[in-house]
Every structure is written in C-alpha cells, then in structure tokens.
Nanobody
C-alpha cells in the first residue's frame, strides 16, 4: 500500500501563489509517476501536471507557464508551485501516484477569491 498526504492548500487572491506538497510513503516502487489532478464543483477530475521518476513532465494547457511541478531527490515528495492563480484554478487538488497501480491522496482545497 501507498499513502499520499497533501499539504499547502488555502485561500489566495487572484494573481497570488501557492505551493502544494505531497509526501508518499509505503510500498514505493523505484519507477513511478507522481502528480496532481484537480476537481472543481460540478466538474470532472482533470489532470494538472505529472512528473515521472526520470523527470518527464506533462501539464494541462490551462496551467502551462503558471504552474511548475517538481520532485525531491528521493522521488517520494512532489510539489506544485502555482503562480498567477485565477478563479478557474479553484478546486480540490488531489495528489496522484502510480506505484504499480494508481493511488490518490484525500485532496487539499485551493480557493481563489478576492
């Protein structure tokens, strides 16, 4: 089993920044992908960004140039630096990990409001 624990959500004004973190623990395979998805009220969960263990990244078009995904040297923690936040970015952000199978965190709420 793998556990994913997110932190860093909160409320920010439009144009502001937040940094999300997600720590993985448990049966972590060496080769893996970690990343972030989000779900806004009334909408389906959507990809935000992912990063493989060798550093390949994938971003949703809506966040390119504003969000940056990164991982620590142990490859067990993934970060999402979110800049120039917009109202449309408000959602519950879920940490995702593929360690042989897919795992999800419980989510952290990001609110963008003036």
């Amino acid at each position: 089993q793998v556990q994913l624990v997110e932190s860093g959500g909160g409320t920010v004004q439009p144009g502001g920044s937040l940094r999300l973190s997600c720590a993985a623990s448990g049966s972590i395979f060496r080769l893996n992908t970690m990343g972030w998805y989000r779900q806004a009220p009334g909408k389906e969960r959507e990809l935000v960004a992912t990063m493989t263990s060798i550093g390949s990244t994938n971003y949703a078009d809506s966040v390119k140039g504003r969000f940056t995904i990164s991982r620590d040297n142990t490859k067990t923690t993934v970060y999402l630096q979110m800049n120039s936040l917009k109202a449309d970015d408000a959602a519950v952000y879920y940490c995702y990990g593929r360690f042989g199978m897919d795992y999800w965190g419980k989510g952290t709420l990001v609110t963008v409001s003036s």
